[in-house]
């Protein structure tokens, strides 16, 4: 499972392609619309402009098979692309009268029937605007689901034509809470904002510095009334997204307030922030080893990194650092598990009535028989948090840090379109071991060791001190 966002950064580049005659009527089309979705056999070939049939594909392919398909709403979703059509009108100053929602009754095939009557009156009025009114209305059936799994990836050539490898793209920091994360959960992330590391690129030049107090972005608070904002998400810019992010910033230490404009672009990242999995020895007894990401393959990293540095010596307990891993695989998820536990249940994939898939642990791994504490935040989600919920219900561990971020719905099947895109979502829901809901609420760690900005800017980590302590009782 992994966290992924709406391709949206190369949008630009598919929306100048505008067509200028009108759709033809589903009888003169050479292709049905093709209802049916089913997984990729193969790497999709080149994408197709995004039409009428293809945003009805996709309508029935998430109720024919989304986990709650079966009991959904489906006028929320015409609803959400509808209100996305009129305001991609608007935007383009193009309102038209025959823009009015056409009246829905709650049987799917004759909503659709009245949806796609409507759209193509409209996208007939304007066929400089079809791409791009298809496209918008399509991403907000996606997001009218409300599942942080659910993903429609669409034109995803944007790489700058200059990076390189391990190159960055963006404003050059980190900050403790980021633009997924407020797409994807907004309630777990935490006022202030602040710089936790600066990676190179603007933010570099300009000075910032780990602890720096980010006040406002582009003149908007990135907090009001305790709760994110949509602010956040201009730290996080993704390529071609060019425009300036203005700051304001906080100095704690000496108190120094100014602001700073900063311009995405390319940086050249520290090449050892890059791997998976790091590890190295602490009080010459304790295995640290932090991963980044449950990619294929990163829980038997993880068993040779602390074979190695068990060699020679008698280890007395593992900290594993999981904050900032976004997710993954599940499967190395539970082989992970798996060096602490056998025998286990680490997480039921559940439909909507209920029906449930139980993960066990793989007795095939090698116990490692060593004490456990594992560094979380808000930015572990997804698989990590399939393996943090394990650790906690199961006992084998002990979670030191801050709740996970809820991004756990569950894990995303990824079905084909007629235009050679990929629509995502679960087609079960994720429960923990002990069969608790995680999505949007997260995994609480057993000691909340939260870090501020004057730790940050200290070089402290409270939460591997709390860790170390812990294992030496």
Same mark, same amino acid.
């Given at each position: 499972?992994?966290?992924?966002?709406?391709?949206?950064?190369?949008?630009?580049?598919?929306?100048?392609?505008?067509? +200028?005659?009108?759709?033809?009527?589903?009888?003169? &089309?050479?292709? $049905?619309?093709?209802?049916?979705?089913?997984?990729?056999?193969?790497?999709?070939?080149?994408?197709?402009?995004?039409?009428?049939?293809?945003?009805?594909?996709?309508?029935?392919?998430?109720?024919?098979?989304?986990?709650?398909?079966?009991?959904?709403?489906?006028?929320?979703?015409? #609803?959400?692309? @509808?209100?996305?059509?009129?305001?991609?009108?608007?935007?383009?100053?193009?309102?038209? =009268? *025959?823009? &009015?929602? =056409?009246?829905? &009754?709650?049987?799917?095939?004759?909503?659709?029937?009245? @949806?796609?009557?409507?759209?193509?009156?409209?996208?007939?009025?304007?066929?400089?605007?079809?791409?791009?009114?298809? /496209?918008?209305?399509?991403?907000?059936?996606?997001?009218?689901?409300?599942?942080?799994?659910?993903?429609?990836?669409?034109?995803?050539?944007?790489?700058? =034509?200059?990076?390189?490898?391990?190159?960055?793209?963006?404003?050059?920091?980190?900050?403790?809470?980021?633009?997924?994360?407020?797409?994807?959960?907004?309630?777990?992330?935490?006022?202030?904002? @602040?710089?936790?590391?600066?990676?190179?690129?603007?933010?570099?030049?300009?000075?910032?510095?780990?602890?720096?107090?980010?006040?406002?972005?582009?003149?908007?608070?990135?907090?009001? *009334?305790?709760?994110?904002?949509?602010?956040?998400?201009?730290?996080?810019?993704?390529?071609?997204? $060019?425009?300036?992010?203005?700051?304001?910033?906080?100095?704690?230490?000496?108190?120094?307030?100014?602001?700073? +404009?900063?311009?995405?672009?390319?940086?050249?990242?520290?090449?050892?922030?890059?791997?998976? /999995?790091?590890?190295?020895?602490?009080?010459?007894?304790?295995?640290?080893?932090?991963?980044? #990401? %449950?990619?294929?393959?990163?829980?038997?990293?993880? %068993?040779?990194?602390?074979?190695?540095?068990?060699?020679?010596?008698?280890?007395?307990?593992?900290?594993?650092?999981?904050? #900032?891993?976004?997710?993954?695989?599940?499967? *190395? $998820?539970?082989?992970?598990?798996?060096?602490?536990?056998?025998?286990?249940?680490?997480?039921?994939?559940?439909?909507?009535?209920?029906?449930?898939?139980?993960?066990?642990?793989?007795?095939? /791994?090698?116990?490692?028989?060593?004490?456990?504490?594992?560094?979380?935040?808000?930015?572990? $989600?997804?698989?990590?948090?399939? %393996?943090?919920?394990?650790?906690?219900?199961?006992?084998?561990?002990?979670?030191?840090?801050?709740?996970?971020? #809820? /991004?756990?719905?569950?894990?995303?099947?990824?079905?084909?379109?007629?235009?050679?895109?990929?629509?995502? @979502?679960?087609?079960?829901?994720?429960?923990?071991?002990?069969?608790?809901?995680?999505?949007?609420?997260?995994?609480?760690?057993?000691?909340?060791?939260?870090?501020?900005?004057?730790?940050?800017?200290?070089?402290?980590?409270?939460?591997?001190?709390?860790?170390?302590?812990?294992?030496?009782?």
């Amino acid at each position: 499972m992994t966290v992924i966002r709406t391709a949206t950064a190369g949008l630009a580049l598919l929306l100048a392609a505008a067509c +200028t005659a009108p759709a033809p009527p589903r009888s003169q &089309t050479n292709t $049905a619309a093709g209802t049916v979705c089913a997984a990729p056999q193969a790497p999709p070939g080149a994408e197709t402009a995004t039409t009428i049939d293809v945003i009805e594909q996709a309508y029935f392919c998430i109720l024919g098979n989304y986990y709650s398909g079966a009991t959904l709403d489906a006028r929320s979703l015409l #609803g959400a692309g @509808f209100i996305a059509l009129t305001q991609e009108l608007n935007r383009n100053g193009r309102d038209l =009268p *025959e823009a &009015t929602m =056409p009246a829905l &009754t709650g049987d799917r095939k004759a909503d659709w029937t009245a @949806f796609e009557a409507v759209y193509r009156k409209i996208t007939d009025r304007v066929p400089d605007l079809r791409d791009k009114l298809a /496209v918008v209305t399509l991403e907000a059936i996606v997001a009218g689901l409300g599942d942080n799994h659910a993903h429609w990836a669409h034109d995803l050539g944007g790489r700058h =034509p200059d990076s390189y490898d391990g190159d960055g793209y963006g404003l050059g920091l980190q900050a403790n809470v980021n633009g997924p994360q407020v797409e994807g959960n907004p309630g777990v992330a935490l006022a202030p904002l @602040f710089v936790t590391e600066v990676q190179g690129g603007a933010a570099q030049a300009a000075g910032l510095r780990p602890g720096d107090i980010i006040e406002s972005i582009n003149g908007s608070a990135p907090f009001i *009334e305790g709760k994110a904002t949509p602010a956040i998400e201009a730290l996080n810019p993704q390529y071609p997204q $060019a425009r300036p992010v203005r700051l304001r910033l906080l100095r704690q230490s000496t108190g120094r307030r100014w602001s700073v +404009t900063l311009k995405p672009g390319l940086y050249q990242r520290d090449l050892t922030t890059l791997q998976v /999995v790091q590890s190295k020895l602490l009080d010459d007894n304790i295995a640290y080893v932090r991963l980044r #990401g %449950f990619a294929p393959d990163s829980a038997t990293r993880v %068993f040779k990194a602390i074979s190695r540095l068990r060699t020679g010596r008698t280890l007395t307990g593992v900290v594993l650092d999981l904050r #900032g891993n976004g997710g993954g695989s599940p499967r *190395e $998820a539970i082989r992970l598990v798996s060096a602490f536990a056998h025998g286990k249940v680490t997480a039921y994939q559940c439909t909507v009535e209920g029906r449930c898939e139980t993960s066990w642990t793989d007795d095939t /791994v090698e116990l490692l028989n060593l004490p456990l504490m594992v560094l979380t935040d808000r930015s572990c $989600a997804s698989a990590c948090e399939h %393996f943090s919920s394990a650790v906690k219900d199961l006992g084998i561990g002990r979670l030191v840090g801050t709740r996970t971020a #809820g /991004v756990i719905s569950g894990p995303a099947q990824s079905y084909l379109l007629g235009n050679n895109t990929t629509l995502g @979502f679960p087609a079960r829901h994720h429960l923990g071991p002990n069969r608790e809901v995680i999505d949007r609420i997260g995994v609480p760690p057993d000691h909340h060791v939260p870090l501020t900005p004057k730790d940050a800017a200290a070089g402290r980590d409270p939460a591997l001190a709390k860790a170390l302590t812990l294992l030496h009782q």
